[in-house]
């Protein structure tokens, strides 16, 4: 028998550990020692020592074809504000019952993800990919014909369903292909294809001159336009499928790239691999994320700063109609400065995390293995995505509550339009940087951590969008902005506990997740070989 406790003692001979400390900056204690041992085995590649065997030619094209993948999602709930007053119109309902198919929609995007999270993780990316994107494409053809208020509730929960499951895929996609020191610039480029929908989102136009339905026809359109190329040319990168790049696919898996790659290739697949059976999704492994203490702590953050952003875009275009009388063509285009800030902070944010990375590690001493990536057990990784967010979060509370008034005194257009901008670059940027911090702290499964984000925040979302407009009414714009910004300054201290507490906490993570594994070996026949973001199963 094969068991954890001698990979443990194998595994730095055969990967060098990722994190190494220049001679003469400093010791560190037996429990730093076996914290990172237990890190460099979950964190490894057992198929070769390079984090990934993609080319940077390979990487921009996977990370471009996933940014376009993580646009979608967005898109298709940003493009459909414009024409909520159309649509209501249309329909003979009132725009609270065009708010609820938002509602829902958040509901279906919250719950989504932690199917497709966790069938990406085991299964691989692709077909997690390829069977969201055909409900969405059946879901949107159904939406571009139907006349019905009833339908239109059920199909946006369906295209929500097929759209929302990608969010999780694609963070997990840079996890699969960047290593921790240059991951902020990957994940700021996949999440600017998430906050870009705002500024580009046609819908204002195409409701002003083609109709409603020609919003859906778009999707559809666009949907099959990204889906051929990916299906013929982005190859799979789940860790446990296919290691760091180097171990074929599946057969069914393989893209014509693919093909190309291993054809002439003897490669053996690991017998683990071999045996690989495709899984029924278990959305109760995104709950199991919660039982962490940093991660909760994380999660519940997170989806504060999400309802700040949501409520501000979902009311956008109702508000500034009833306040300024504009049509849907120019409520589209309202969208322009909050959806061009939320672009620039999720990229700028992650080029920024990336410099903050490598200024801590030069401040302890660290070397960068840029080759393997880097041990992040004893890393204060907490520290360096945390630490430059904190005096945007209270610029961005600052927004919301000049917005909030500015709109009561129903003051200049140019005023909330100026604030809309900060609110994307300030709320924005905290919430990417965030986001980076969860896949880093969840290495082991990132789609199934990346779910249990949405499935906390979508769900927030969704009781805030659900209930905005009755507040509104109830107290003014003015005090109910007030109430959304204070849900997210208030809370902040908790920043704080997780940059002092977070790495004690990811490091018995670790060590729980470690007995485990050996329990499994132990109780096996067969040999276990550890491979990258092979965390197990839990309960």
């Known amino acids: 028998m094969f068991s954890l406790l001698s990979l443990s003692s194998v ?14 900056r400093g010791s560190h204690s037996e429990e730093e020692d076996e914290g990172r041992d237990l890190e460099n085995t979950l964190s490894r590649v057992s198929s070769g020592p390079p984090y990934t065997v993609f080319s940077p030619g390979m ?61 990406g993780d085991i299964a691989g990316r692709r077909p997690a ?36 499951g990608t969010i999780a895929l694609v963070y997990a996609v840079v996890a699969d292909i960047a290593p921790s020191h240059e991951r902020g610039k990957w994940m700021g ?51 446990k499928v296919v290691g760091n790049g180097s171990i074929p696919p599946q057969g069914w898996n393989m893209t014509l790239i693919d093909y190309l790659r291993f054809r002439n290739q003897a490669v053996t697949r690991p017998a683990a691999l071999k045996k690989q059976k495709i899984p029924i999704p278990n959305p109760l492994n995104t709950l199991k994320v919660l039982r962490y203490k940093n991660m909760a702590m994380i999660l519940f953050y997170n989806a504060t700063l999400f309802i700040g952003f949501s409520t501000v875009t979902a009311t956008l275009a109702t508000q500034f109609q009833q306040i300024y009388g504009y049509d849907e063509l120019t409520l589209g285009l309202l969208y322009l400065p909050i959806g061009g800030s939320t672009t620039i902070a999720s990229i700028g944010g992650g080029f920024v995390a990336d410099w903050n990375f490598r200024r801590i590690a030069k401040k302890l001493g660290v070397r960068i293995d840029r080759k393997r990536g ?68 969840y290495p082991g499964a990132p789609a199934t951590a990346t779910a249990a984000n949405n499935l906390v925040r979508c769900l927030s979302g969704a009781a805030a969008t659900a209930s905005i407009e009755p507040i509104i009414r109830a107290i003014g714009r003015g005090w109910a902005f007030t109430i959304l910004a204070l849900l997210f300054t208030l809370p902040s201290p908790v920043l704080w506990v997780i940059v002092k507490r977070g790495p004690k906490w990811r490091q018995e993570r670790i060590r729980e997740i470690m007995e485990a594994e050996k329990a499994k070996a132990e109780a096996s026949d067969e040999p276990t070989m550890p491979t990258e973001s092979n965390e197990p199963k839990e309960g």
């Open 189 to 239: 480029i996949v999440g600017s294809g998430i906050t870009v929908g705002p500024a580009v989102g046609p819908g204002g136009l195409l409701n002003a001159y083609l109709g409603w339905s020609w919003i859906f026809w778009f999707l559809i359109i666009l949907t099959v336009v990204w889906l051929t190329p990916y299906i013929l040319a982005v190859p799979e990168t789940a860790r």
């Open 129 to 164: 990919f390829m069977i969201a994107f055909v409900i969405y494409l059946g879901a949107n053809i159904g939406l571009a014909l139907q006349r019905n208020y009833a339908a239109l509730l059920v199909l946006r929960m369906l295209q929500s369903g097929g759209s929302s």
């Open 374 to 441: 880097n041990d992040m057990a004893t890393f204060p990784v907490e520290k360096a995505r945390i630490q430059l967010i904190l005096p945007l979060i209270f610029i961005g509370a600052g927004a919301i509550i000049g917005y909030g008034w500015a709109l009561e005194r129903q003051a200049s257009v140019a005023v909330p339009l100026v604030l809309s901008f900060f609110i994307g670059l300030c709320v924005t940027w905290p919430f990417q940087i965030m986001n980076l911090l969860i896949v880093d702290s």
């Open 11 to 24: 595994c730095p001979i055969l990967c060098r550990s990722e994190l190494q400390y220049e001679p003469g």
């Open 59 to 119: 990487k921009r094209w996977i990370v471009g074809m996933n940014t376009i993948a993580a646009f979608i999602s967005p898109i298709t709930a940003n493009i459909y504000f414009p024409a909520i007053p159309t649509i209501s119109r249309d329909l003979g309902v009132g725009v609270d019952q065009i708010n609820l198919t938002l509602t829902t929609y958040m509901i279906l995007q919250a719950l989504a993800p932690t199917l497709f999270g966790d069938f």
